[in-house]
């Protein structure tokens, strides 16, 4: 089975649309979204219908920091611009889109694979992964050899050894890399909607679970037509700036 990961998809339908053309082209069975469908972006209700159709015929949703602040009170506090769009996304959705975000759970455990937003220690409180150490806490407290999270918004992979040592890269877009045992693995496809790494081209992995191997790719789309999206809603200009130069 060869299973797409998007993450931080941030209510851009554009970004996702050209995403999910590219897993189709890659023969992808399943997808897995990593939490984030809304926030920052333009059309938080069209995201949440395409991720809600897709989960009804299989895929798997989590719940990110941005999808439960839109439905219940936030346990962490935004910037001021985040909580302008979180309010104004509240206003955008109907009672059933609220609701799918509403139940979308912290995490989902499947085989030897744990899909979570933020982290495995504490997904509530959604601390990010930055570095070894984070990754390394994140590994050691689930019994899963591999997990897939999001909320950096830049792709990353780390690996942690028997002996618990750890160690983390910056993977090359379009090249395969086998996730061997023993070792335990923490993948981060990076963000679909709004990538952070100064490179503007949506992110998202695909995993074959067969060869146990990943594959993060780079998808070209037009993110300065989604910037005017965001000019035009009345949203924070930041946000559709920071699309422009992958920021």
Not at 115 to 142: C, K, L
Not at 172 to 185: D, E, F, H, M, N
Request: proline share 6%; aromatic share 8%.
């Amino acid at each position: 089975m060869r299973i797409a990961f998007l993450s931080d998809v941030h209510a851009n339908t554009d970004a996702l649309a050209a995403c999910l053309e590219h897993a189709e082209q890659q023969g992808v069975d399943r997808h897995v979204f990593l939490g984030d469908l809304v926030g920052y972006g333009p059309e938080p209700g069209a995201v949440i219908d395409t991720v809600a159709a897709m989960v009804e015929r299989g895929a798997i949703a989590v719940a990110g920091n941005h999808d439960l602040a839109v439905t219940r009170e936030s346990r962490r506090q935004m910037n001021p611009e985040a909580e302008k769009v979180v309010a104004w996304t509240r206003s955008q959705l109907d009672e059933r889109q609220r609701a799918f975000l509403a139940g979308l759970p912290l995490k989902v455990e499947e085989e030897d694979r744990l899909y979570v937003h933020a982290n495995a220690w504490a997904p509530e409180q959604w601390e990010y992964i930055t570095q070894t150490f984070d990754a390394g806490r994140s590994m050691r407290v689930t019994s899963r050899r591999l997990t897939f999270c999001g909320h950096t918004h830049e792709p990353a992979l780390y690996h942690m050894a028997a002996d618990q040592r750890v160690a983390g890269f910056r993977p090359v877009p379009g090249t395969g890399i086998p996730l061997s045992q023993p070792r335990r693995w923490l993948a981060i496809p990076g963000s679909a909607g709004q990538p952070r790494d100064g490179n503007p081209a949506a992110c998202y992995a695909v995993f074959e679970d067969s060869r146990s191997v990943v594959t993060f790719f780079r998808v070209p789309y037009d993110f300065e037509a989604v910037a005017s999206k965001i000019r035009r809603a009345g949203l924070p200009e930041f946000f559709g700036a920071r699309l422009i130069v992958g920021a």
